[in-house]
């Protein structure tokens, strides 16, 4: 299987890899096939094949389709036995055996490999799939006794098990597997008479090894031949390793040929073709590509981990940046945008070809380009467009009835109409309030047009100093007096009151009783009236697209002809004008070489000629070297790129995948390609090389130049930026884990007790060690214990990196070696593993720790009685069986209850089979004597280890083990002169092709960036839009926020002013008559909110009648509750000299009283009690406006300590007297300001 998904990330990443447009017409001189694949394929075949013509074929009719049943849950297809027999199967291998051949056309030699014994580090890893295999068929089988309501027990669901294809005897030493051995020496010797100058060797099951991998053995044995200019190759395989195997052949021209899948998708045209949309030439593409554009583009949603640095990493491939500008973007998620001009405007082009496609940290980023002219449409003298008669006459008859009815109203009927329009559930909206402006401050102004029943107040999405409220009243009265009310002053500013947005309808609109929106029902006069117009519209568009087909190429779809005639405002001569400036490009792409010869004489502008069916994907190796080979080295100066050995840089990034997990070891923890991590690795390596050959240092590979053991000190830097995500990542990856096992483990335990009881997880708590105690039972277990497993992962995972390693350079070397662990380790412990390794001065004795003993593969049947599960038995001989029996020592290892692992998957597929590993060795020694004694001969004979055998002219020929078939045999007959050379098929990949890869970046730390020294000059597109705006606030608000801020506690008044409860505020000796003008809803608790309010909050009205004034005399007591006991450390009266020009009448004697029994405090009773503060003014400038030098404390004339306001509950505030020596002037007070 290799690395999980690599193929799809190779496709969809590196496009240009695949060569389908040559089926057909490629000349290789070796084949190689991967023979389990074609197996497994020709058992699941659902479709039936039109048939091969070709003289060379086994075959001449198509295989028939067998009855399949399917799983709606899962993606498993039982196969009937009864309709799947040796003949059809036969029959449907030759079948697909030909196809291969007859399109790759080998010259010299057709290996094939099947797959035999393998090591036993791919042994566990094929148990732990046959044993899911087996119980997933169970499952199936037991929904369908479900649905028959048939008795489900062991035995019916072994007779049901008994009817279906088992895939498990596609295994080394099954009877099955034999006869397809059989099968294909058929095959080989009735190819090997039509194709004389072929040479066909067959490496079948009897041989030990993977089928890929024997093939692997064969090319680095011959590769002094193989590797001479001109060799082709093509391997076939469904294995993504086959990738990594082909680039550590080091072979050119080499290719890999799989059954197609669709990967390559276009999201210009939504072509799933084999383009790109970076290169699709759709007409739709060519619009955008033939509009003007600006040279400057804003990129949005990057991660804030990047730096400037990084931007211009990712961007510098497409063309030199002039102007950058990096700032915060105001969103919930914290990412940044950024502002880019470059050169010109073909590599904004370059740019926005791929503009859905940009990731940083494997979120998506947004390109937005600005398209400054449409081309497209005839415009006059002064730049306006030029509309058509037709066009005008349609939008003039458009069915809007409210658009035709506004077209006959002047200007100020309209505005009339739409004040007195209904405003959809009471609610307006009001923008651009300073971020000081708190709730209180909305409540306290906003009440005066009536009771509000809700409102929220949000930071602006655009402006990061700017907030916006909606609020709702309760009556559609107090909504229409708040928006007739615009264009006032409010916090120091001008606002303006809009309406909430009508929801679209066809007509206008009724209000219910309770303010919200209905539509009426259109009359039928209106109905026809609406129908008759579209009716008129139609057939002036039907005309001109039918004059328009008139003048395209024959059958052009009417699609094509809609499109170009929008793109001319419907204007049938410039459509046509525009339809050759496209070179009659069509809706979809157009694939040349795809398509027939009529199909491309008779061009019809939709791009979308018959295409070939695609039999198999080629995938170019040489193409995906080319591709690398950019992507690593093109920052690189020419002149040092010649001290780089590109084979071993092959080799790092090999072994960098194996991070990744593969069959033979785990990935990582926060490793894997939907994460992201194969772009991390790349970017670091990338940076790494290019790090080396900017120094003095040789360049320092991370693979030595043996091939055979790892750098460490070279392996640490990519290890710690690995741990470095992983802390960012993992902790919250395994809270999840841990929650949905719990909830899992739970489900069942309350099934059966009251629904009442709700089970809680416990909390979790992260640390180093967490990971290992969960994922192997170690809760509770001292730490040196888990210390200790930690170690021995570390260790054996390195190990397994090198085994990994020398398997896909050198072959196998030791068939016993398995990792003996389900889980890999931390990546931040193998860093400090190998940390320690690389300490260690004796390099010799370090890479001892990691060389192997060579050892052979098990006996095959030994080997399928240790893959097999207890459902499968019936493949063994009879004399093995009784292995998976109760009373078997062996019995606890074919276990039906063992458990998955989704591993914070979230698909089954993925999922870690927590099977036991077995002791080989013990199991070995129990199955050997009835290996040597109890067999019989045919049961032997699949026990036997065979070799490779050649065809050569229908004569078979024994090869020995390992042989050198270039000097041995007469094999050198393969690869004389007279053969047919290959075809140089390689395309030649463009800057564009081989820039394509780059769009993917990863940064190397997962840390915000904090302080970056961005360029601070705006683009033309950046200065239009300045994200830390401020609210222009009059003088006078904001020198008293700048006031308050330096000088009070801002925060601790807000919370002041929040607690304040106007149901227990009141006011005596009040002038009612002054305050008349808030009273707008009629309500006492709206008019004191109103009032009162604004006196204590944090706007500075230009309004000079907003102030408290006593009647009668110089007397006064206002009275504040508040809802919960508040703290107070000070208190300041303004009585400026702008509001109160009569200076007599500035408050002289306060005093101040806390915690009263009752609340609301009158004459009658004030004498009676005693101050908790008495504020004697010497002057009526101590009452000034605010200043830096105004003390804000308690003033002169304190008589108590400030312990007195620690928890008030209410406050009462009495001016007794005034300046004036005149008893009846009347008291002003202007603001209040508690904190």
Not at 637 to 654: A, G, H, L
Not at 1143 to 1154: A, C, E, G, L
Request: glycine share 4%; charged share 25%; proline share 4%.
């Amino acid at each position: 299987m290799g690395i999980p998904s690599f193929y799809r990330w190779l496709i969809e990443n590196f496009p240009k890899v695949l060569e389908n447009n040559l089926n057909g017409e490629i000349k290789f001189n070796n084949l190689y096939i991967d023979m389990n694949g074609v197996v497994h394929n020709a058992i699941k075949l659902d479709h039936s094949p039109t048939s091969s013509s070709s003289s060379s074929s086994t075959t001449t009719t198509p295989p028939t389709t067998p009855t399949t049943t399917y799983s709606k849950d899962k993606e498993v297809v039982l196969m009937l036995k009864s309709e799947l027999s040796d003949e059809k199967l036969k029959e449907r291998i030759f079948y697909r055996l030909d196809q291969m051949v007859n399109n790759v056309n080998p010259s010299s030699l057709l290996y094939i490999g099947v797959d035999g014994v393998p090591p036993r580090a791919k042994a566990i890893e094929q148990r732990k799939r046959r044993f899911k295999s087996s119980k997933e068929t169970v499952d199936v089988i037991i929904k369908q006794l479900k649905s028959k309501s048939k008795p489900i027990t062991r035995d019916s669901i072994i007779e049901q098990f008994s009817l279906i294809f088992d895939s498990n005897s596609i295994s080394p030493a099954t009877e099955f597997i034999e006869k397809v051995d059989d099968w294909i020496k058929d095959y080989c010797k009735q190819l090997s008479l039509k194709r004389q100058n072929l040479s066909i060797i067959l490496s079948d099951s009897t041989v030990p090894g993977e089928g890929e991998h024997k093939i692997m053995d064969y090319i680095r044995q011959n590769h002094p031949i193989l590797k001479k200019d001109g060799m082709s190759h093509c391997f076939y395989g469904m294995d993504a390793d086959l990738i990594f195997l082909g680039l550590e052949s080091h072979l050119s021209n080499f290719y890999i040929l799989r059954d197609p899948i669709s990967l390559i998708s276009c999201s210009t045209c939504k072509a799933n073709d084999d383009h790109s949309n970076y290169e699709c030439r759709s007409a739709i593409a060519l619009k955008k590509q033939f509009q003007k554009k600006s040279t400057s583009v804003i990129v949005r949603g990057i991660p804030n981990q990047c730096s400037e640095n990084d931007i211009k990493q990712l961007f510098s491939y497409y063309g030199n940046i002039k102007i950058e500008k990096i700032e915060k973007s105001n969103t919930k998620n914290k990412t940044l945008n950024a502002y880019i001009e470059f050169e010109n405007e073909d590599i904004v082009n370059e740019v926005s070809t791929r503009g859905s496609t940009f990731t940083i940290n494997n979120e998506r980023v947004s390109i937005h380009v600005e398209y400054l002219d449409d081309i497209f449409k005839p415009k006059n003298e002064k730049g306006e467009i030029i509309k058509d008669e037709d066009e005008e006459l349609a939008e003039q008859e458009n069915p809007s009835t409210e658009k035709a009815n506004q077209q006959l109203l002047t200007a100020e009927e309209i505005a009339k109409k739409q004040k007195e329009e209904p405003i959809p559930e009471n609610a307006v909206f009001i923008v651009g309030l300073d971020s000081a402006v708190s709730k209180f401050d909305i409540i306290t102004f906003f009440e005066k047009f009536g009771k509000i029943s809700s409102f929220q107040l949000s930071p602006s999405p655009r402006f990061n100093k700017q907030q916006f409220v909606m609020i709702k009243y309760e009556t559609q009265e107090s909504a229409r007096l708040a928006c007739k009310s615009t264009d006032i002053e409010f916090f120091g500013t001008i606002i303006t009151i809009k309406r909430a947005q009508l929801p679209k309808t066809e007509s206008n609109t009724t209000i219910n009783s309770n303010g919200s929106s209905k539509t009426p029902p259109l009359t039928e006069e209106e109905k026809q009236a609406k129908e008759k117009v579209k009716e008129k519209k139609r057939i002036i568009k039907d005309s001109k697209i039918q004059q328009v087909l008139a003048k395209f190429d024959p059958n052009t779809p009417k699609d094509v002809a809609i499109f170009y005639l929008g793109l001319s405002s419907w204007n049938v001569n410039r459509a046509f004008e525009n339809y050759l400036l496209f070179n009659k490009a069509g809706l979809e792409h157009t694939i040349l070489n795809n398509t027939t010869d009529n199909d491309n004489n008779n061009s019809n502008g939709s791009g979308s000629g018959k295409k070939k069916k695609i039999l198999f994907d080629y995938v170019n190796i040489d193409s995906f070297r080319t591709y690398l080979e950019y992507y690593f080295f093109e920052k690189i100066e020419k002149s040092k790129r010649e001290k780089i050995n590109f084979n071993r840089v092959i080799n790092d990034f090999t072994v960098l995948c194996f991070y990744l997990g593969n069959d033979f070891l785990p990935h990582l923890p926060s490793v894997g390609i939907q994460s992201g991590s194969i772009e991390l690795i790349m970017c670091w390596y990338r940076e790494w090389i290019q790090n080396c050959l900017n120094g003095d240092d040789d360049i320092k590979y991370i693979v030595n130049e043996q091939s055979t053991h790892l750098n460490f000190e070279n392996c640490l830097p990519l290890l710690e930026s690995l741990a470095d995500w992983e802390s960012s990542l993992y902790p919250e990856n395994l809270e999840k884990q841990v929650k949905k096992d719990f909830i899992k483990v739970n489900k069942n335990s309350t099934s059966n007790e009251s629904s009442s009881i709700v089970m809680v997880p416990p909390e979790f708590k992260y640390d180093d060690l967490l990971y290992y105690r969960v994922k192997f039972d170690l809760i509770g277990k001292p730490d040196d214990q888990v210390k200790k497993l930690v170690d021995d992962m570390c260790y054996q995972y390195t190990l397994g990196l090198h085994w990994v390693l020398r398997y896909y350079v050198s072959g196998c070397q030791a068939w016993d070696w398995y990792y003996p662990y389900h889980y890999a380790p931390l990546a931040k412990d193998l860093l400090n593993y190998q940390k320690r390794l690389s300490k260690i001065q004796d390099r010799e004795m370090v890479n001892n720790q990691f060389n192997f003993k060579l050892s052979s593969p098990l006996p095959p049947l030994i080997h399928l009685a240790s893959v097999l599960p207890r459902n499968s038995v019936a493949f063994l001989p009879d004399s093995m069986k009784h292995i998976v029996n109760e009373n078997s020592p062996f019995t606890a290892s074919y276990r039906d209850d063992y458990k998955y692992d989704f591993n914070g998957e979230n698909v089954a597929w993925k999922a870690i089979v927590l099977l036991d590993f077995m002791d080989i060795e013990k199991f070995k020694e129990y199955l050997l004597p009835i290996v040597n004694n109890e067999l019989t001969d045919n049961e032997k004979k699949r026990n036997l280890i065979g070799n490779d055998i050649k065809f050569k002219n229908g004569e078979i020929i024994q090869l020995s083990p390992l042989c050198n078939n270039t000097t041995t045999n007469n094999n050198n007959n393969n690869y004389e002169e007279k053969e047919i050379p290959c075809i140089n098929i390689t395309k030649n990949l463009s800057i564009k092709d081989l820039s394509y890869p780059t769009r993917n970046y990863f940064t190397r730390s997962s840390h915000p960036v904090i302080d970056s020294n961005y360029i601070s000059i705006p683009t033309q597109q950046a200065s239009t839009v300045d994200h830390n705006q401020l609210v222009p606030l009059t003088k006078e608000q904001a020198d008293f926020l700048q006031w308050r801020k330096s000088k009070t506690g801002f925060n601790q008044s807000l919370e002041i002013l929040q607690s304040i409860d106007f149901s227990k505020c009141g006011c005596v000796n009040i002038d009612k008559k002054q305050i008349s003008q808030f009273s707008g809803s009629g309500a006492a608790t709206a008019t004191i909110t109103c009032w009162l309010g604004r006196v204590l909050n944090n706007e500075i009205s230009s309004d000079s009648t907003i102030f408290i004034q006593s009647i009668d005399d110089s007397q006064l007591i206002i009275n504040i509750g508040f809802k919960q006991a508040v703290k107070l450390t000070s208190i300041k009266f303004v009585s400026s000299s702008n509001r109160v020009p009569d200076r007599d009448s500035v408050p002289k004697v306060i005093k101040i009283y806390t915690n009263n029994d009752q609340p609301n405090i009158d004459f009658s009773v004030i004498e009676s009690l005693t101050p908790k503060c008495t504020i004697e003014f010497s002057s009526p400038s101590e009452l000034e406006s605010y200043s830096s030098s105004t003390p804000f404390s308690f003033a002169s004339g304190t008589t108590t300590t400030n312990t007195n306001f620690k928890s008030v509950n209410n406050l009462t505030i009495f001016i007794e007297s005034n300046f004036s020596k005149n008893q009846d002037k009347v008291s002003i007070i202007e603001k209040i300001i508690l904190s």
